[in-house]
Nanobody, 129 residues
């Protein structure tokens, strides 16, 4: 069974921080491109960050570079997104995704995620001014 379950969202003031978690099944986690996407109301879904779980090199969208950090815990089959210095422009539904094709990761910053096979249900992040 392939499963991705997000947690850790919520509402914060601008300048605050949140940590998102994505608990994955073993098949979804091992040797896959795993990443985070987000979609704000009325906007296209966009790639935020990604990492190849077999190698561990991270990729980030320019809009979050220096503020967000993607990481993993192999013992827990869990992917994380640490979000710092949040702004109202970060308000969106955030999704965890995975795909077996490793080359999904280097281009995730310019991807809408349409080619990713496995998805979580999404979790809301709201940043107020």
């Amino acid at each position: 069974q392939v499963q991705l379950v997000e947690s850790g969202g919520g509402s914060v003031q601008a300048g605050g921080s949140l940590k998102l978690s994505c608990a994955a099944s073993r098949y979804a986690y091992n040797n896959t491109c795993m990443g985070w996407f987000r979609q704000a109301p009325g906007k296209e879904r966009e790639g935020v960050a990604g990492i190849y779980t077999g190698g561990g090199f991270p990729y980030y969208a320019d809009s979050v570079k220096g503020r967000f950090t993607i990481s993993q815990d192999n013992a827990k089959n869990t992917l994380y997104l640490h979000m710092n210095n949040l702004t109202p422009e970060d308000t969106a539904m955030y999704y965890c995704a995975a795909d077996e094709y490793w080359r999904r990761c280097p281009t995730i910053a310019t991807s809408t995620g349409s080619d990713f096979k496995y998805w979580g249900q999404g979790i809301q992040v709201t940043v107020s001014s």
